[in-house]
């Protein structure tokens, strides 16, 4: 599944090809931390690192960036296989780990310490902090910086063995405390922490900090682009400064693009996890998130998320891209691909009075309009069906295109009904529609010429089958959540309505999960993952026919 875009990055790496700077395989890495699921806009990166492998013939590997045991967990580890897995995308060889690497990375520092590049520091975080000035002003040397390599040393394995509390002391790279580049000024390249981990368990009790990390790891990984979001362009100089500085096997450089903003959208671990904690919306994978396992169960196709973020292109000048482009790519995949059918969601009974009782009557509509592949439908038509009651009125003027009393309209792939009259319930609702229906009418038009004012959904009330079907729609409504005061003021209270009382065409009760269809006049559905069996269906909407949205 190539990802066909082109872009910068893969533009410049086909020069440095051309041009003789770089020879051998092109090699790559996706490098999630595993303390959340994966979202739409780490879908970017997958594409765009996969994508260029794939271009390129080379290698892209899958490294577990875990080197903070707080918030990590397998449950996110096994997620973020499967959502990569699930996009079509192969990772090269063994999935990795930076907690593979610890042991290499101790030596590291072992040796940054002999050579005087790193000291233990024993000022608190927050004194740490203040020592490290600001963009106008210098940093402040540590009192400890100039600390004897044999005594850093030996502290830094007493550290290891679990001899000091957290925070009381750290290892911190000896580079420039002047440097206009705040992450040059003696970065902390590892910390105390006195947690289990979920790959190392007990073994250590310090941790390597994500700078002193993931370029030694690209290094012993064979990596020649380490891609990057423009967060850590300024952490670059350090990158390089480590590699420099240590007996790495190979020399890494690291690029960077913007990360994928969407508009309407949370792309934040943090705050999806605030979602997921406060029950705001039902786990990771509810049909709102913008988790890639949250838009799989809303219905999208791998493809078109790839789709999609060719289209969104890769860049470093960023910016926020339009949550209608993604509903798009699903929109225009499920259009060409998925089957049609009927669904009534909102039911109201019409009685056919012309139609004798007990008479089943099979009529056929194409599976698609456009693809012969795609096999025909079956649809009993019987003396009661079922139609959205918004398809009814007793009075309507001309523009209402659909059955009124004493009109005719057409019940899709099948014939001509007119209504004469309305049967109600004592508070004056409607609860049956009686009609005729002109059995001269099918794919024809009325003999007495006149046409019928629209064609509307139907099921039949015997031989259609009940099911749950879920209109999901945008998780907030306004365009950029995260500026809200709090996150939760700016949800769609509308993102999400239950129907259980629908009525589908027999053939869509015993799809397979993860089955899509376009409802006809209705909008896209799935087939949810989970919560739909066979006799027991559970259509989620995906999409509607149309932007619902713009402005
Ligand atoms: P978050 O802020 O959601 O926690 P993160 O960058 O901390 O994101 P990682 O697990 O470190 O999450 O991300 C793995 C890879 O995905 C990184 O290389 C990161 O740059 C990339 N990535 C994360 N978010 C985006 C985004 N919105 N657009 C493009 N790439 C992204
Ligand atoms: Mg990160
Ligand atoms: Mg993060």
Same mark, same amino acid.
Request: hydrophobic share 35%; with cysteine; aromatic share 10%.
């Given at each position: 599944?190539?990802?066909?875009?082109?872009?910068?990055?893969?533009?410049?790496?086909?020069?440095?090809?051309?041009?003789? &700077?770089?020879? !051998?395989? /092109?090699?790559?890495?996706?490098?999630?931390?595993? +303390?959340?699921?994966?979202?739409?806009?780490?879908?970017?990166?997958?594409?765009?690192?996969?994508?260029?492998? &794939?271009?390129?013939?080379?290698?892209?590997?899958?490294?577990?960036?875990?080197?903070?045991?707080?918030?990590?967990?397998?449950?996110?580890?096994?997620?973020?296989?499967?959502?990569?897995?699930?996009?079509?995308?192969? #990772?090269? !060889?063994?999935?990795?780990?930076?907690?593979?690497?610890?042991?290499?990375?101790?030596?590291?520092?072992?040796?940054?310490?002999?050579?005087?590049?790193?000291?233990?520091?024993?000022?608190?975080?927050?004194?740490?902090?203040?020592?490290? !000035?600001?963009?106008?002003?210098?940093?402040?040397?540590?009192?400890?910086?100039?600390?004897?390599?044999?005594?850093?040393?030996?502290?830094?394995?007493?550290?290891?063995?679990?001899?000091?509390?957290?925070?009381?002391?750290?290892?911190?790279?000896?580079?420039?405390?002047?440097?206009?580049?705040?992450? %040059?000024?003696?970065?902390?390249?590892?910390?105390?922490?006195?947690?289990?981990?979920?790959?190392?368990?007990?073994? #250590?009790?310090?941790?390597?900090?994500?700078?002193?990390?993931?370029?030694?790891?690209?290094?012993?990984?064979?990596?020649?682009?380490?891609?990057?979001? %423009?967060?850590?362009?300024?952490?670059?100089? %350090?990158?390089?400064?480590?590699?420099?500085?240590?007996? /790495?096997?190979?020399?890494?450089?690291?690029?960077?693009?913007?990360?994928? +903003?969407?508009?309407?959208?949370?792309?934040?671990?943090?705050?999806?996890?605030?979602?997921?904690?406060?029950?705001?919306?039902?786990?990771?994978?509810?049909?709102?998130?913008?988790?890639?396992?949250?838009?799989?169960?809303?219905?999208?196709?791998?493809?078109?998320?790839?789709?999609?973020?060719?289209?969104?292109?890769?860049?470093?000048?960023?910016?926020?891209?339009?949550?209608?482009?993604?509903?798009?790519?699903?929109?225009?995949?499920?259009?060409?691909?998925?089957a049609r059918a009927m669904c009534?969601?909102?039911?109201?009974?019409?009685?056919?009075?012309? #139609? &004798?009782?007990?008479?089943?009557?099979?009529?056929?509509?194409?599976?698609?309009?456009?693809?012969?592949?795609?096999?025909?439908r079956?649809?009993?038509?019987?003396?009661?069906?079922?139609?959205?009651?918004?398809?009814?009125?007793?009075?309507? +003027?001309?523009?209402?295109?659909? %059955?009124?009393?004493?009109?005719?309209?057409?019940?899709? +792939?099948?014939?001509?009904? &007119?209504?004469?009259?309305?049967?109600?319930?004592?508070?004056?609702?409607?609860?049956? /529609?009686?009609?005729?229906?002109?059995?001269?009418?099918?794919?024809?038009?009325?003999?007495?010429?006149?046409?019928?004012?629209?064609?509307?959904?139907?099921?039949?009330?015997?031989?259609?089958?009940?099911?749950?079907?879920?209109?999901?729609?945008?998780?907030?409504? /306004?365009?950029?959540?995260?500026?809200?005061?709090?996150?939760?003021?700016?949800?769609?209270?509308?993102?999400?309505?239950?129907?259980?009382?629908?009525?589908i065409e027999?053939?869509l009760?015993?799809?397979?999960?993860?089955?899509?269809v376009?409802f006809e006049?209705?909008?896209?559905?799935?087939?949810?993952?989970?919560?739909?069996?066979?006799?027991?269906?559970?259509?989620?909407?995906?999409?509607?026919?149309?932007?619902? #949205?713009?402005?």
């Amino acid at each position: 599944p190539t990802t066909g875009g082109s872009n910068f990055l893969r533009n410049l790496i086909a020069e440095q090809i051309a041009s003789g &700077e770089h020879t !051998g395989a /092109v090699v790559t890495r996706f490098p999630p931390e595993p +303390n959340g699921y994966l979202h739409i806009g780490h879908a970017a990166s997958i594409c765009l690192n996969f994508g260029l492998a &794939e271009y390129f013939q080379g290698a892209c590997r899958l490294r577990f960036d875990d080197t903070n045991p707080d918030a990590e967990d397998q449950e996110y580890i096994d997620s973020i296989q499967a959502d990569i897995q699930w996009l079509g995308f192969e #990772w090269d !060889g063994e999935v990795r780990y930076t907690s593979q690497y610890f042991a290499t990375l101790y030596d590291y520092a072992l040796h940054l310490i002999a050579a005087g590049l790193a000291y233990v520091d024993e000022l608190s975080p927050d004194e740490i902090r203040d020592y490290r !000035g600001t963009l106008t002003e210098p940093g402040k040397n540590s009192p400890y910086r100039d600390r004897d390599p044999a005594e850093s040393r030996a502290m830094f394995e007493a550290m290891a063995r679990g001899e000091y509390a957290e925070g009381t002391a750290c290892l911190r790279a000896r580079i420039d405390m002047a440097a206009g580049n705040i992450n %040059l000024r003696d970065p902390v390249i590892y910390r105390i922490r006195n947690k289990a981990h979920h790959q190392t368990g007990d073994a #250590w009790c310090v941790y390597p900090s994500y700078d002193f990390a993931h370029g030694q790891s690209d290094a012993i990984e064979g990596v020649t682009h380490s891609i990057c979001t %423009l967060e850590f362009e300024d952490h670059r100089p %350090l990158y390089n400064w480590l590699l420099e500085h240590l007996p /790495v096997p190979a020399r890494p450089v690291q690029y960077e693009f913007a990360r994928v +903003n969407l508009n309407y959208t949370i792309t934040s671990k943090r705050k999806l996890r605030r979602l997921v904690e406060e029950q705001i919306v039902d786990g990771w994978d509810d049909p709102r998130m913008p988790t890639i396992s949250g838009i799989r169960r809303r219905g999208y196709t791998p493809a078109s998320i790839r789709a999609f973020c060719d289209r969104v292109g890769v860049s470093r000048s960023g910016g926020t891209v339009d949550a209608a482009m993604l509903e798009h790519a699903i929109r225009d995949d499920l259009n060409k691909n998925a089957a049609r059918a009927m669904c009534v969601i909102d039911p109201l009974k019409v009685v056919i009075t012309n #139609w &004798e009782a007990g008479h089943v009557e099979t009529l056929t509509a194409p599976g698609h309009p456009d693809r012969d592949d795609m096999p025909e439908r079956h649809l009993p038509l019987t003396r009661e069906v079922y139609i959205e009651k918004a398809d009814f009125r007793e009075e309507a +003027n001309k523009k209402y295109k659909r %059955l009124v009393l004493g009109k005719k309209v057409r019940l899709r +792939n099948a014939y001509v009904i &007119e209504a004469h009259d309305v049967v109600k319930n004592e508070a004056g609702e409607i609860v049956e /529609v009686h009609c005729t229906y002109d059995p001269d009418t099918l794919g024809d038009n009325p003999a007495d010429g006149v046409k019928p004012k629209g064609v509307i959904h139907w099921v039949s009330a015997s031989h259609g089958k009940q099911a749950l079907v879920r209109v999901y729609d945008r998780l907030f409504a /306004v365009e950029n959540p995260g500026r809200e005061d709090d996150l939760l003021d700016g949800l769609n209270p509308f993102s999400l309505e239950i129907h259980p009382g629908c009525w589908i065409e027999p053939g869509l009760a015993d799809v397979a999960a993860e089955t899509r269809v376009q409802f006809e006049r209705t909008g896209y559905f799935v087939a949810d993952r989970y919560d739909h069996a066979a006799g027991a269906p559970v259509f989620n909407r995906v999409v509607a026919l149309r932007d619902t #949205w713009a402005k």
